[in-house]
């Protein structure tokens, strides 16, 4: 067996959402905040209204952008084995760019984020199998938002040989985080050919594209990054409160932000963003961890397989604020949903609530639960060795199977084992231990892993004197990033793809 493959869509219903959102591109339109791309859109094709800066899309000048966008990206880590491929349903982790505010373990008070946590968070996401894509998690304050952008990737470049991720908020911000993983490359034209980070461009719902946000993909899509183009609307605030209405709303939102890259920066990698919540409208408050949004990330992934794009999805999330139950019962319905689906990339790790903290215990909890549900994803094979029949008549009645070599054979692919964090075993044993709650047993894990994980092997001096001169520039906000390197990308062992074993 190939692996499960959910639809959620039937081929009626996916037709009728696609032709829902052509009609909000062409008769609606899209605000396009941005001056340069809206000039490049008209010229594309697309009718503008200059006074109110609407686009109306027209369909060639989306499915130009469509055939100009690859199906499937690659991104590399500082070590060159370390590679991710999108494209092909992987399911892959990525851990949160970035949360404003954090979850201290060991007082279990909420605080402003340090530099140190967000060290932390970088060697637990260099650590843990499942996290794919290491992302600063930690978002710490600062007097210069762009100097701090520089001094978090220069602290993602130094602390994990994965891909790696984090916000840039302004276009300052990203020109100097952009320059420091040029110098890690080895110069800006090493970058383009082997990305090492991905671009966001989030659209304001309902149908707007912002102006610096779509100046900040451009910079990134310049470089030859991977950009994501991420609609987060919500149903009953600024999305329809039926989900096909909001699947209609943010499928027409991604074409026209992918439209809109296409025409700046024609043949950009574009990831298909699936991330609409649900404003539950008893409250106003934005919902993580609602059924609703599962749905709508298995249903977003069909969209984006139909078009031939990377998907990016919203889930394993949760609005629960400890590690109980309900946290539980959300994060696995979603991330079971969106892994089925057949998502590239599934995020954000890490992340406790609805956007209320980043933790490292709930990023050791979410790699665990990932494990997990890569097992259940992956099947299991019926063919006449597996079925055993001839096994089962060699025991026979009375018998077991526990020394047989065909359970030994076989046990280690067929079983899942649990993790550290996991309990399995008798009530005695788990009383002896102190009756430890899975919040317990991940702030264990979490310390065992800060300890037992080694620094980062030093870079070359080239590279280290490229990439500390680069991040002097970046956080001070003078001159341009270092003189370009010979590439070192062909140092160390043979590419692995960082894509999990199942």
């Known amino acids: 067996m190939a692996g499960i493959l959910l639809q959620v869509l039937s081929d009626s219903e996916l037709h009728q959402i696609r032709e829902a959102s052509w009609t909000v591109l062409e008769e609606t339109g899209v605000r396009v905040h941005h001056a340069g791309a809206r000039e490049a859109l008209a010229r594309a094709g697309c009718r503008l209204d200059p006074e109110s800066q609407r686009v109306r899309f027209s369909e060639s000048a989306v499915r130009q952008a469509l055939a100009q966008a690859p199906q499937e990206c690659v991104l590399h880590g500082r ?3 370390r ?7 992987e399911g892959l982790l990525m851990s949160s760019p970035g949360q404003r505010a954090w979850l201290d373990g060991e007082t279990g008070e909420r605080r402003q984020p340090t530099l140190e946590d967000a060290r932390a968070a970088i060697r637990l996401g260099e650590a843990l199998p499942h996290i794919a894509i290491v992302g600063a998690l930690a978002e710490p304050p600062s007097d210069d938002p762009a100097r701090g952008a520089a001094e978090l990737a220069g602290e993602l470049i130094n602390g994990t040989t994965k891909p790696s991720c984090l916000f840039a908020h302004s276009v300052e911000a990203a020109r100097r985080v952009l320059a420091i993983y040029a110098a890690a490359a080895g110069g800006e034209q090493a970058l383009r050919e082997r990305p090492m980070t991905l671009g966001f461009l989030d659209p304001i719902s309902p149908l707007q594209l912002p102006d610096e946000g779509m100046e900040v993909a451009r910079a990134f899509a310049r470089a030859g990054q991977p950009v994501v183009v991420a609609s987060m609307a919500m149903s009953t605030g600024t999305a329809p409160a039926t989900l096909a209405g909001t699947l209609a709303l943010v499928h027409a939102e991604v074409l026209a932000g992918l439209t809109a890259l296409q025409v700046l920066a024609p043949g950009t990698p574009v990831i298909y963003g699936g991330i609409p919540h649900v404003l539950d409208p008893r409250t106003s408050h934005c919902s993580f961890g609602s059924p609703e949004q599962g749905l709508m990330a298995a249903a977003l992934s069909q969209l984006a397989r139909a078009i031939g794009l990377p998907v990016y999805l919203n889930t ?7 590690l109980d139950a309900q946290a539980g019962f959300e994060k696995a319905a979603s991330q079971t ?6 998502a590239d990339l599934l995020g954000h790790a890490g992340i406790c ?7 490292l215990e709930w990023l050791v909890a979410d790699d665990a639960m990932m494990g997990h549900l890569r097992r259940i994803r992956r099947g299991f094979d019926v063919n006449p060795e597996t079925l055993a029949a001839g096994v089962i008549r060699s025991v026979g009645p009375g018998g077991n199977f526990l020394a047989e070599p065909h359970t030994l054979q076989h046990f280690r692919r067929e079983l899942w084992p649990p993790g550290p964090i996991w309990t ?5 044993a788990w009383v002896q231990r102190g009756r430890p709650a899975l919040g317990d047993r991940a702030r264990e894990r979490v310390r065992q892993l800060l300890a037992e994980t080694p620094p980062l092997p030093p870079w070359a001096e080239d590279v280290a004197r490229a990439v500390e001169e680069t991040a002097r520039r970046a956080q001070s906000g003078t ?10 990308c062909d140092r ?11």
């Open 79 to 81: 070590d060159p084995a």
């Open 83 to 89: 590679v991710v491929r999108l494209g092909g349903g």
């Open 316 to 322: 394993g999330l949760t609005d629960a604020l400890t």
């Open 337 to 342: 949903l969106g892994l089925l689906g057949g």
């Open 353 to 359: 609530g609805a956007d209320q903290a980043g933790s």
């Open 424 to 428: 399995r075993g008798t009530w005695e």
């Open 479 to 488: 001159g341009e990033s270092a003189s370009p390197l010979p590439c070192h």
């Open 492 to 502: 160390g062992a043979p590419e692995r793809s960082l894509n999990p074993v199942n």
